[in-house]
């Protein structure tokens, strides 16, 4: 054991006390991912192509490596790695964060943020982005605690913001 | 010759009589690429590894399918594509859009744009999106006139922003 995995255990040993230890999912796992996912586009509003063809998508797609799952009781996290353009890493991106609403305020969420930092890390990405609402209170609350800035070149600088459209 | 192509012809040939027809750039033009992107950095105080780094890492993700470059007179517009987690289609991320300051106001952004979510149409994405700053003014308006938008859930829902942090 290493003195990192040393240092880390008595907060590992908290989280599994307290019902909430994150891990990476596997081959298993896509049902309970589309699930997830097909409820928290439902709780917002948002189109959903429902748990069975999700379940479909999240299989092909971790098979190809396109997508990192990290799971928590009630809670996930998907993040999407690319080459840099800039550096010799990898970008990471946390395209979905999300804790059922019965379990919001216990934690699940800064823990799958930590492990979801952790695996970026552990794969050799530089930098980690991400789009959320101003509106998401929580959320945005979260990622400025862990260092998260919605500014470019630093906290004074002008805010960054994300766009879309269909093509 | 197809109806849309003929449709499509005085626009291009406007295009090219300006000077600022877009192409899909190939293997021979990683070295300009590479000067455009250390320009861009360097005109906005940001770290640059050097347009020889810069060329030999464009032409490893080129090689690999990782990024797609529009080149243009004194610009380009840099894409990236991943398969989409919530459809059948891909995902398109405009990653980099730049024109050098002397060619600026001439429509070559906007020729750019244009092109990039043409080039996105052809390879079957279903929606784009982008990153960019409050004070990039001219950008903004571009990408607004196109039909971007930093709401979420249409032009009256909460803004979205763009978070980045080192891992």
Known sequence: MSAAERASLPAR???RR?????RVADATD?????QLLHDF???YGDPTPGPEKLAERVRELSAAGEITVLLAAGGLAVLRFRPSLWKEALDA???ELYVVPGRRGQGIGRALMNRAIEVARERGAGDMHLGT???DVAARKLYESLGFDNHEQGPDG????FYEREV
């Open 133 to 135: 609402s101003e509106d």
């Open 41 to 43: 586009n439902t709780e």
């Open 93 to 95: 991106y946390l395209e």
């Open 30 to 34: 896509a049902e309970r991912i589309a």
């Open 18 to 22: 307290m019902g909430y230890e994150v």
């Open 158 to 161: 002008p805010v960054m913001y």
């Open 13 to 15: 040993s908290a989280a």
